[in-house]
């Protein structure tokens, strides 16, 4: 195993909330939104994990406070084994970590050509030297992400969505980053473009060994480029596993609603494991419990008191007091081909 | 960056409030600058001969009760008048653009304490604090500067700020933040040329507010001091002569009324132009 790149330990957030002037009269305390509880992950070099869950898990503030837009309360995360606090150079952060973000048609500013979005980069990071390398190295990143470098005069709204996501993907690499941040990078865009999309993230960790945090609500596309996945729920980490054991092998009663709710493209299979119902409980008071008790289908009277551990077997952890461990799980299957299952 | 894109060329184009507005201007500053030579008096010279004389050829809009030429007059207070609203509208919109958008960016207290103060600003009537300004610190070109630069500031960086705290969330500035560029480049380059479009709108209705407060001043006495002439003094002196001579307070009024109509159709146009595109 090589060293972590990026691992993050224990790490919080809160947001607190607007109070109102009931809140202040009545001089109740100000609420927060825990929005992260707890969360650990590590990144290696080169590999891709999948941050996997329902909106309003917390999966996007974990990306946020990776790429260092939002800080962290509690806990420590360790880039190659030193710590990256709060007021830390954001320079030096913005050429180890950078960020591709969901919505390509706010992600680049409409004012300036596709060819000064990049060349910026290099120009801010001293990267590529005088001017007129700079343009080469313009030029190699519009290659590198499959556009023709002729459309560098470009501004932004004459461009499609998926031509502005590759471009945001090579404003990225400009900085040379050993990872990337990518925040549903694809869910605004049509799925012909989507799987080009993926394709290029693919190619790229392929050739440049950059490492992925990709965030994403699409578990097939999750499953086609993760080597490990991280479900989130409620604001932590409810399981997390090497990409294909989590598919074929879940534990937590979530990540088996999850996977059961994955449309299947042949009418003749079902599955015979209920999705998960109901909503996500008001994240301003969670369960005391386990925080999926109250749509668990397993749930034993341990849950709704006892806040469950993450217990690790191996690469495999769960935080679970009842994982489905013995339970059969039929894998509902890919619209991907997946490798030695089923 | 491209300023002129064949997409604004052809939006121009369609744009008619905007090109009357542009040449109304156009017939105002080449007036301004270049009347007053053309004009045969000067404006100031008296004439006890010929007062109150009615519009003839020779006098194309009469003379004064004190015989001075009422034409040369518009045109010399134009000039006049034009320099200082100028001034009176970019001293607040540099000011309140820059507090606005320093404003919006940092957020917390800074913030917080910037808008108390505009909040206290804000709770007063324009004309009220502009005409106890000027009154405390006496009538002077200086002084107006001063006045409408303190009070009118707090409008552009209620915009500006505005629009900032929305720019500040979207993506592209997200990415400049995640990049490591510094703020000043932030603000500067990402964030200000995205933001600035309504502020120079509002500039454009604040011309129109301009003239009136400057004009207002000077027919209350307590702007441009005579005998340099000026439109509001101008309508001012004409209200004695009002059954004799009504051409004296009129064609100043007019002037007035032009410069209005001529930067309230700007700004719609440019409203218009500018609109973001989707």
Known sequence: MTEPLLSIHHISKTFPMARNFRDVVTRSPRQTLRALRDVSLTVRPGEVVGVVGESGCGKSTLGRCIAGLETPEHGDMLWQGAPISAGENRRTRARHIQMVFQDPYASLNPRMTLGQTLEEVLRVHGLAGDAARRRERVDELMLM????????????????????????????????????????????????????????LEDLRAKLNIALIFIAHDLNVVRHISDRVAVMYLGEIVETAAAEALFTRPLHPYTRGLLAAIPIPDPKRRTSVPSVEGEIPDP??????????????????????????????????????????????????????????? | MKLLSQETVRRFKQNRNLQVGLFLLAVIVLTSLFGPSLVPYDPEELDFGNPLLAPTLQHPFGTDDLGRDVLARVVAAGQVDMQVVAVCVLLPFLIGSTIGLVSGYFGGWIDRVIMRFVDILWAFPFYVLVISIVGA?????????????????????????????LARRLEYTLAASVLGYSHARIMLRHILPNVITPAIVFMMADVVLTILGVTS????????????????????????????????????GLAIVLVGLTFTLIGDGLDDLLRPKA
């Open chain 1, 145 to 200: 992400v499959g556009l023709a470098p002729a459309l560098k005069e470009r501004l932004p709204h004459t461009i499609s969505g998926g031509q502005r996501q590759r471009i945001c993907i090579a404003r990225a690499l400009a900085a040379e980053p050993q990872l990337i941040v990518a925040d549903e990078p694809v869910s605004a865009l049509d799925a012909s473009v989507q799987a080009q999309i993926i394709n290029l």
């Open chain 2, 217 to 252: 001043l000077g027919f209350l006495g307590l702007g441009i001091q005579p005998p340099t002439p000026e439109w509001g003094v101008m309508i001012a002196d004409g209200r004695n002569f009002i059954q004799d001579g009504w051409w004296i307070s009129l064609f100043p």
């Open chain 2, 137 to 165: 610190l006496g009538p002077s070109t200086t002084n107006i500067y001063l006045a409408f630069s303190l009070v009118v500031w707090i409008s552009f960086a209620r915009i500006v700020r505005g629009e900032v705290l």
């Open chain 1, 284 to 342: 301003l008071s969670p369960p005391i419990g386990c925080g999926f008790s109250t749509r668990c289908s397993h749930v034993i009277h341990p849950c709704r008191v006892r806040h469950p551990d993450l217990h690790q077997t191996g690469e495999h952890g769960v935080r679970c007091l009842n994982p489905a461990a013995t339970r059969p799980f039929a894998d509902p299957g890919s619209v991907y081909p997946a490798t030695g299952n089923q």
